[in-house]
């Protein structure tokens, strides 16, 4: 049973940092190509960041460049995302996905093209 959760949610005040982890259980995690996605209330699921199964290509939102950065641990099977210079509309729901991307070099944009997903953890930052 493939299972991925999520962790390290919270509430912060605008300019703070968390730090998100997610950890994959079920697969074999080196050949999955992962991703950051969140979901405000009333919105869409939207990407924020993403990473090839061997860590060499990152992609992420122009919303969040500079200021998240996504990391993988393949020996612990795990995918990180550290948020700074948070801001208020940063707040969501953030979610990890998984793809199998063995033998690809990409990263992925799209909820669409992602097989397993973890049950999200809340990010709040007040102003």
């Known amino acids: 049973q493939v299972q991925l959760v999520e962790s390290g949610g919270g509430l912060v005040q605008a300019g703070g940092s968390l730090s998100l982890s997610c950890a994959a259980s079920?697969?074999?995690?080196?050949?999955?190509?992962e991703g950051w996605f969140r979901q405000a209330p009333g919105g869409e699921r939207e990407f924020v960041a993403a990473?090839?199964?061997?860590?060499?290509?990152?992609n992420y939102a122009n919303s969040v460049k500079g200021r998240f950065t996504i990391s993988r641990d393949n020996a612990k099977n795990t995918v990180s995302l550290q948020m700074n210079s948070l801001k208020p509309e940063d707040t969501a729901v953030y979610y990890c996905?998984?793809?199998?991307?063995?033998?690809?070099?990409?990263?992925?944009?799209?909820?669409?093209?992602?097989?397993?997903w973890g049950q999200g953890t809340q990010v709040t930052v007040s102003s």
């Open positions: 990473i090839s199964w061997t860590g060499g290509v990152t």
């Open positions: 996905a998984a793809k199998n991307a063995r033998y690809t070099s990409g990263t992925y944009s799209r909820p669409v093209e992602y097989a397993y």
């Open positions: 079920g697969i074999i995690f080196d050949d999955y190509a």
